[in-house]
């Protein structure tokens, strides 16, 4: 099928997995862009005439200046919405950052 493709469009192609190619867009265009340590749960993608829905699952700390992102990258076409989900345990390196910095307030006070 790559093949094909590439010979059709005189184009490289590359079949990969969609979870696989939706976190690597946040990552290299999106609400990653730029982090070391990005989460991000694909729940399902829909192709819909001339857009892609991804459904995905994000920690909240990711998604600050996202809105930004999504509308330089689709020239303000591209809209996205965010509700919550569920809680989930903090990472053993962001509670301990969390608890070091507490434990300095808490000295200086």
Known sequence: ??????????????????????????YACGAGQGSDNMVFFTLGTEARDNFTTILAEVPLANM?????????????????????ASYAKVPVKISEEILFKRNQENQKA
């Open 1 to 26: 099928m790559c093949k094909m493709l590439s010979d059709r469009t005189s184009k490289p192609c590359v079949i990969e997995n969609d979870a696989n190619i939706a976190y690597y867009g946040e």
């Open 64 to 84: 600050f200046g996202y809105a930004t992102v999504i509308r330089g990258m689709s020239k303000g076409m591209g809209t996205f919405t965010m509700e919550m």
